[in-house]
């Protein structure tokens, strides 16, 4: 692949990223959704690991199948973009790279949402992001893999064997 591709791929990635980031904090923040506009009279927060997606899960029958998996695998999937788009916006595109600000921009938001009462803080909520966000990194290092491949096989049938 030319530099000239290589340089705009990495263009696209970048307005993407930035696009996501807008997304997430728009959705996260100051979405209708979950009753994120204004501030809650009781405040909730969960500083107990599992204690949240335990109870999602056992009580999935009583809050409904959207609820349960709007909370489960919705907190997985939201951030399966940034951990995508991160090493291709950024020059850090090492794993523990995307472990890091991904449980760094979920501290964000909920440390957010802590301070101005606009949802919840919840720590399974940073154990969620995160995943999602690795789970992201990990479709990016294949896709990138698969692309590496395809690039070396053209240039062998071009050049041929060596």
Known sequence: MSSKRNKRIRIIGKILF??????????????????RTGEMRDYHYNLELFKEIKRFWNYRHQVGFFAMFTNLFGNVVIFVP???FMPMASKYR???????????LSLCV???????????FDVDDLLLNTLGGVAGYTVYVICEAVRRRNVH????????KR
């Open 18 to 35: 930035v696009l996501y980031i807008a997304f997430i904090v728009y959705f996260l923040i100051f979405s209708d959704w979950y009753g």
């Open 82 to 84: 940034f951990g995508f």
């Open 94 to 104: 090492s794993f523990f790279s995307a472990l890091f600000y991904s449980f760094g």
């Open 110 to 120: 909920e440390t957010f949402q802590l301070v101005t009462k606009v949802g919840s």
């Open 153 to 160: 096989k053209k240039k062998t049938q071009k050049y041929g």
